[in-house]
């Protein structure tokens, strides 16, 4: 099975999970990384041949640059394989300025940029991030059109670079809401970059952790009816395999981020999270960087995950 992921929720909040710092953002380069030749190889590990041939890792850099690129005090063996953000703020940031709440979310796409790009350089394998929740409808109509020509033109713009950075585009949530144009997009952006494997970036869309949860009751519900599966077989794993995040190898994410100081998950992956590290950030999304990740990141690798178990 795809998941791994039985693992123990620790909800105490240390001082290092909630940080009140607020930093400006780092300026964004545009991704131009290659693609991974290797993809059928496990996390982190070396290609006997090549690496005694030409010292390359999995996802195409020698071992030693990889090495190299990790900030002081991260280890690559305790490295997340999966990071959630919920990307929150975007309009206080916008309000903290008296700016309008466009540029909010135009500076959240550019918070977006660099995350992405730093996933890459570290080789964290999956990155999910809640763009949009089903209930964000509830908002005016103007904000919802915006944002949805947002995240078409942010798409458009960067499919090419994340075809040429080697990462793959998955969309989850309900995507029959979502303006046709933006459709037709998002489907040839998971057919143009179905078969990269340096990074997959997971965008959600009209989601919400609930429904997810309700349409894998039904979809085994009716592979019940239909004699396929019986009901004493349905377990976490059969539930598991129906949810939305059956696109990736990495359903469960090791680590959520969510920023702007709230303290909930609204209704983000309501399964997916049983045993995630949690870390609360004070910046506003839009002032995420380098160093906000880096924090995360560092409690993240200093948490004893016991999945259930005892202290090691």
Same mark, same amino acid.
């Given at each position: 099975?795809r998941s791994?992921?039985?693992?123990?929720?620790?909800?105490?909040?240390?001082?290092?999970?909630?940080?009140?710092?607020?930093?400006?953002?780092?300026?964004?380069?545009?991704?131009?990384?290659?693609?991974?030749?290797?993809?059928?190889?496990?996390?982190?590990?070396?290609?006997?041949?090549?690496?005694?041939?030409?010292?390359?890792?999995?996802?195409g850099?020698?071992e030693?640059?990889?090495?190299a690129?990790?900030?002081e005090?991260?280890?690559?063996?305790?490295?997340?394989?999966?990071?959630?953000?919920?990307?929150?703020?975007n309009?206080?940031?916008?309000?903290?300025?008296?700016?309008p709440?466009?540029?909010?979310?135009?500076?959240?796409?550019?918070?977006?940029?660099?995350?992405?790009?730093?996933?890459?350089?570290?080789?964290?394998?999956?990155?999910?991030?809640?763009?949009?929740?089903?209930?964000?409808?509830?908002?005016?109509?103007?904000?919802?059109d @915006? $944002?949805?020509? &947002?995240?078409?033109?942010? *798409?458009?713009? =960067?499919?090419?670079?994340?075809?040429?950075? /080697?990462?793959?585009?998955?969309?989850?949530?309900?995507?029959?809401?979502?303006?046709?144009?933006?459709?037709?997009?998002?489907?040839?952006?998971?057919?143009?970059?179905?078969?990269?494997?340096?990074?997959?970036?997971?965008?959600?869309?009209?989601?919400?952790?609930?429904?997810?949860?309700?349409?894998?009751?039904?979809?085994?519900?009716?592979?019940?009816?239909?004699?396929?599966?019986?009901?004493?077989?349905?377990?976490?794993?059969?539930?598991?395999?129906?949810?939305?995040?059956?696109?990736?190898?990495?359903?469960?994410?090791?680590?959520?981020?969510r920023?702007?100081?709230?303290?909930?998950?609204?209704?983000? @992956? $309501?399964?997916? &999270?049983?045993?995630?590290? *949690?870390?609360? =950030?004070?910046?506003?999304?839009?002032?995420? /960087?380098?160093?906000?990740?880096?924090?995360?990141?560092?409690?993240?690798?200093?948490?004893?995950?016991?999945?259930?178990?005892?202290?090691?």
């Open positions: 099975m791994l992921q039985l693992q123990a929720l620790q909800l105490s909040l240390t001082p290092s999970l909630f940080k009140p710092k607020l930093l400006s953002h780092l300026p964004y380069s545009t991704l131009r990384l290659p693609s991974p030749p290797v993809a059928s190889l496990p996390r982190n590990a070396i290609s006997i041949s090549q690496s005694q041939q030409t010292g390359v890792v999995q996802n850099a020698p030693e640059e990889y090495l690129s990790l900030p005090g991260l280890l690559r063996e305790l490295m997340p394989n999966h990071v959630a953000v919920i990307m929150d703020g309009r206080r940031w916008a309000r903290m300025r008296g700016l709440i466009w540029s909010g979310y135009e500076a959240g796409v550019r918070a977006l940029r660099r995350l992405v790009e730093l996933c890459c350089k570290w080789e964290i394998r999956v990155l999910t991030v809640f763009a949009f929740s089903s209930n964000n409808w509830f908002r005016p109509k103007v904000e919802t @915006f $944002l949805m020509g &947002l995240f078409e033109r942010g *798409l458009r713009d =960067e499919l090419e670079n994340f075809t040429k950075a /080697g990462i793959r585009i998955s969309v989850i949530g309900d995507s029959t809401k979502l303006p046709k144009p933006l459709q037709v997009l998002i489907t040839e952006a998971l057919e143009v970059t179905k078969n990269n494997s340096r990074l997959h970036l997971i965008v959600a869309v009209n989601y919400s952790g609930q429904k997810d949860i309700v349409q894998a009751c039904q979809s085994i519900s009716l592979k019940v009816k239909d004699g396929v599966v019986k009901p004493e077989d349905i377990d976490e794993f059969l539930i598991e395999d129906e949810l939305e995040t059956n696109c990736t190898d990495f359903p469960c994410p090791d680590l959520l981020i920023t702007s100081g709230e303290l909930r998950i609204s209704n983000f @992956f $309501l399964w997916q &999270l049983a045993y995630t590290e *949690l870390y609360f =950030e004070h910046t506003h999304w839009p002032d995420f /960087g380098e160093d906000e990740f880096l924090e995360a990141l560092h409690s993240f690798q200093q948490r004893q995950r016991r999945y259930g178990g005892q202290n090691s």
